[in-house]
């Protein structure tokens, strides 16, 4: 039951580029599922900074309506003086018109720093737009190339596994169990090269009689990981 060291070098060099194109090829949509999740992050922050717009707008309203109101209520109450029937009703009007006219400084102090407030949350949902725009364009433009990637990596992959197949049939058939059980269980790093009597997957150093195996293209699997083995290029013999 001879086994090429050739032929084995050769499946672990495919089993090894056919990883690597598979682990791309399932990196792809975790990339896009990425930048969809900014992309979302960024609309949320421009949905929030826009409501919080809103509502400060609202504040202002709310604020000039009561303003209003005040200052309504001091022409009230100035209208009334002419008719008061004593100093004592007379005096009270004026305590109530400042007492109202002080409330009402507050109040336009307070619709002042609210319109400030708007003015900037506007400039802030001006950043925000830019930024869900940009990461909008960076969602397309990812989803563009893993999409072209993945056509050239699916086509990488479709050669690779002709490859294999084609390898595979110089394997003897009684040897191919053992073969398909270790590349089922681990794939790529089911096999490993021996180099310097020592396994490269696990660096177990092997038995003199497991290399001697070896040069006798005998299958041998590392005692320690279970790799399947096959001699370093510079040391095997054809």
Excluded: W
């Amino acid at each position: 039951m001879a086994v090429s060291t050739t032929v084995l070098r050769e499946l672990h060099r495919i089993h090894s580029q056919l990883g690597d194109l598979r682990g791309r090829l399932e990196r792809g949509p975790y990339k896009v599922q990425a930048h969809g999740a900014n992309l979302t992050q960024q609309q949320n922050a421009l949905a929030g900074t826009q409501e919080n717009v809103k509502q400060t707008k609202k504040t202002v309203d709310q604020k000039q309506l009561d303003l209003k109101t005040g200052e309504n209520k001091i022409l009230d109450l100035k209208a009334k003086l002419n008719a008061c029937s004593s100093n004592k009703e007379y005096q009270t009007l004026l305590e109530q018109i400042a007492a109202s006219e002080m409330a009402n400084s507050v109040l336009a102090d307070e619709v002042l720093e609210a319109m400030e407030k708007v003015d900037k949350l506007e400039v802030a949902v001006t950043e925000a737009r830019a930024q869900s725009t940009a990461a909008e364009r960076e969602l397309e433009k990812c989803r563009d190339v893993v999409s072209a990637e993945a056509t050239v990596i699916q086509a990488d992959i479709t050669r690779l596994e002709g490859e294999l197949a084609a390898a595979e049939q110089e394997l003897p058939g009684d040897f191919k169990v053992n073969y398909e059980r270790v590349i089922q269980a681990k794939g790529a790093e089911g096999m490993a090269e021996a180099a310097d009597c020592t396994c490269q997957g696990c660096g177990y150093q092997i038995t003199l009689n497991m290399q001697n195996e070896l040069l006798l293209s005998k299958p041998v699997f590392c005692k320690s990981c279970g790799c399947l083995l096959y001699l370093a290029e510079a040391q095997a013999e054809y």
